[in-house]
């Protein structure tokens, strides 16, 4: 397994599959390349990203990486319509790089926020000014994104100890024959005692590297829940809205509703005076029909 395959491989997979690494080099023999891969550092997500394209996208990298030659020939030259066609080409294509790189981390269950496809985004800039640094982002083991107003630590990418470790497990090299004049040796007492102090402080240096893989991986964790917490309260502010929306509009039909209602109850009220009132003036006249039938009965006259 090469370096690049490890650095590309499932994000969360890294310290497992380095552990697994070391431990198959220490059981052929080589611990110095047990050693040097026991401390090779889990990238972090951005630079993940990065590695997925040197390993799916290596043609548009170099493509990419090319156009940076272009661009410092431009400024060299002082070419101002070469420098404005080319940085726009620059800007088009790291976007489309930095995009291909959070769909490769999305096809393998990650979803890149905006700040991490940025630092993507910053990294291939970087590169396109400093060759070095675009060789050996094309290597495929970045550890940390970079910007293009500093390259970062000088570990910033995985060591690449002997050629051999840079694409597989290395083997034990044969010894070199000890020359007939070699010096004497180191007193075998003090050898012990350096071994020992080195054990120790390797032992320190893989405990003190786990806490610092497991903070990474907190914080990773964190940002991914801060992420998706975010996206929930956008859609919760928007659910809040249509509903505040739809209460207004509920409190307006409502007034409408109530005032509805007034004005029939003032029409209602209206109709029973009325109908008091032509009730009143009907019992009035009947009964001075009744009067009137009386009075000609009295006088024996057929009304």
């Given amino acids: 397994m ?9 994000w969360q997979d890294f310290v497992s599959s380095r552990d697994r690494l070391a431990a198959a080099a220490k059981a052929a023999g080589d611990a110095a390349g047990a050693r040097a891969l026991k401390k090779l550092k889990k990238p972090t997500r951005g630079a993940w ?3 997925l394209l040197a390993r799916h996208e290596t043609e548009r990298l170099a493509e990419v990486f090319e156009l940076g ?11 101002p319509v070469e420098m404005r066609k080319l940085s726009t080409l620059r800007s088009r294509l790291v976007g489309s790089l930095a995009g291909r790189a959070s769909a490769l981390g999305a096809e ?12 993507v985004a910053e990294t291939l800039q970087a590169a396109m000014a400093d060759p070095t640094l675009a060789e050996r982002i094309l290597g495929g083991t970045l550890t940390a994104t970079v910007r293009a107003a500093g390259f970062g630590p000088a570990d910033l990418f995985a060591p690449s100890t002997a050629p051999a470790l840079a694409h597989v497990i290395p083997l034990r090299a044969e010894e070199p024959p000890e020359p007939a004049d070699a010096p004497p040796g180191p007193d075998p007492a003090e050898v012990r005692r350096i071994s ?4 120790r402080a390797e032992a320190r240096w893989e ?6 893989e497991r903070a990474e991986e907190a914080a990773t964790a964190a940002e991914d829940g801060l992420a998706l917490r975010e996206q929930q309260l956008a859609l919760a502010i928007e659910r809040v809205a249509e509903l505040r929306a739809a209460l207004l509009a509920a409190e307006r039909e409502t007034e409408a509703a109530l ?3 007034d004005d029939a109850a003032a029409e209602a009220s209206m109709a029973s005076a009325a109908r008091q009132e032509a009730a009143a003036e009907a019992a009035a006249f ?15 006259i057929d009304p």
């Fill in 196 to 199: 020992r102090e080195l054990g």
């Fill in 108 to 119: 393998r269950g990650y979803a890149a926020p905006d700040a991490v496809r940025s630092e």
């Fill in 286 to 300: 009947k009964e001075l029909i009744d009067r009137l039938s009386q009075e000609l009965d009295q006088w024996g």
């Fill in 69 to 79: 030659d272009s661009l410092a020939r431009a400024h060299r030259e002082a070419d």
């Fill in 2 to 10: 090469d370096l690049g395959e490890l650095y590309a491989g499932p």
């Fill in 49 to 51: 990203l990065v590695n």
């Fill in 207 to 212: 405990a003190a590297q786990g806490r610092w």
């Fill in 259 to 261: 005032t509805r209602r």
